[in-house]
């Protein structure tokens, strides 16, 4: 009986851990009674990390705190980098928080883009280079940073005000991305709203996966264009590639290395891609245009070769008029449901694309 009781509270403690630590890569949360220590690792150094956070509810006086960069919660004013961590703080119900933001332009929400308009939200410029004097007039409790490999946030440090480091978009897992909403939750007091929205995520994910499960044929994949003097491909362990399988795909690239984008030649390209059954891209034109095959041909001759561009299945998604960058991060499964809807229309005949279209 006694050994029986220990084996429950043993698998008991697992699961409670499992649930804490969830999915994501770079993320550890850890609740006290007092506060939440917050572990940002650095996907780009295994073992180090680039941020840990003590979370402390601001009322509360704590005589004794763990190592970390200590922050009030909830955050009053914020000053965010990109418009995905904007779309998120959105997500959250947090949005009149939001003191300043990079790149206003970026934005896909009407909401935010008329506070920027109204000056209720103020646009710092590039996030490379963002106007620190207005970020001081801000008066930031908190910055959201995304970071990069080798790259720092420069003046920022100026306002006093703590950088957190949002690396989420190098997540290999696309569910394992929405959980950076428990963060975003924690930080701005709504984080049983930023649970509830996670697992709902998961769930609504997970059935549509299991939809494309019973798909008959695994149609072949290519993905984006040439830049430059190569390909731009997703790397073969990134959320994007994850996802294309999740959908019932076989991505052309599934064994590329890496976790994030890459790029190919376009003899790979070609060498894999020549015959696939689909074709995915994304692309930028203001207005709300639609990209056409005679657009992309005149782009390059070269991708006239492809069986998609032959055959009419090549499908293109604006990014400026539609939320794309915002939904793969918050909202997966809608992603999800457009590849599924493009793969397999009979599994779900009636959707309504809100993301792609067929290039005419």
């Excluded at 572990?39 to 970390?68: A, F, H, M, N």
């Excluded at 041909?297 to 070269?302: E, F, I, L, S, T």
Aim: proline fraction near 5%; aromatic fraction near 10%.
């Amino acid at each position: 009986m006694k050994k029986t009781l220990s084996v429950l509270l043993l698998l008991l403690s697992l699961n409670a851990f499992a649930d804490q630590t969830g999915r994501a890569r770079y993320l550890r949360i850890e609740k006290a009674e007092a506060y939440t220590v917050v572990t940002v690792l650095d996907p780009w150094k295994k073992g180090s990390e680039i941020g840990r956070y003590v979370l402390v509810p601001g009322k509360k006086q704590v005589e004794s705190l763990p190592k970390g960069q200590v922050i009030k919660v909830p955050v009053s004013r914020a000053v965010i980098y990109t418009s995905v961590h904007s779309a998120m703080v959105e997500a959250v119900g947090a949005e009149e928080r939001i003191a300043a933001v990079c790149e206003s332009e970026y934005l896909t929400s009407e909401n935010l883009k008329k506070a920027v308009r109204d000056g209720l939200i103020k646009d710092l410029g590039s996030a490379t280079t963002p106007n620190i004097e207005k970020m001081l007039l801000c008066r930031p409790d908190v910055i959201l940073a995304t970071p990069y490999e080798n790259n720092s946030s420069g003046n920022a440090s100026k306002t006093g005000a703590p950088i957190v480091q949002l690396p989420d978009y190098m997540e290999q897992d696309p569910l394992a991305r929405v959980e950076w909403l428990r963060f975003i939750g924690l930080l701005f007091g709504a984080e049983e709203r930023a649970e509830s929205l996670y697992r709902e995520v998961c769930s609504q994910y997970e059935s549509l996966k299991a939809l494309a499960a019973t798909a008959t044929r695994r149609p072949k994949v290519m993905t984006e264009r040439k830049w430059g003097s190569s390909w731009g491909v997703a790397a073969g362990g990134s959320y994007i590639a994850r996802m294309l399988a999740d959908a019932g795909a076989d991505y052309i690239f599934s064994d590329h290395p890496g976790s994030g984008s890459s790029y190919a030649s376009v003899e790979q390209v070609l060498e894999r891609g020549r015959d696939a059954d689909f074709w995915l891209l994304k692309y930028t034109m203001d207005g709300g245009r639609q990209m056409s095959r005679a657009d992309l041909a005149g782009d390059n001759p070269v991708y006239k070769v492809f069986a998609p561009y032959q055959k009419g299945t090549v499908w293109g998604c604006n990014t400026i008029s539609t939320p794309y960058y915002d939904l793969i991060a918050i909202h997966p499964e809608k992603v999800l449901a457009e590849f599924i809807a493009i793969f397999h229309p009979e599994l779900l005949p009636d959707y309504k694309f809100l993301l792609y279209h067929k290039l005419k």
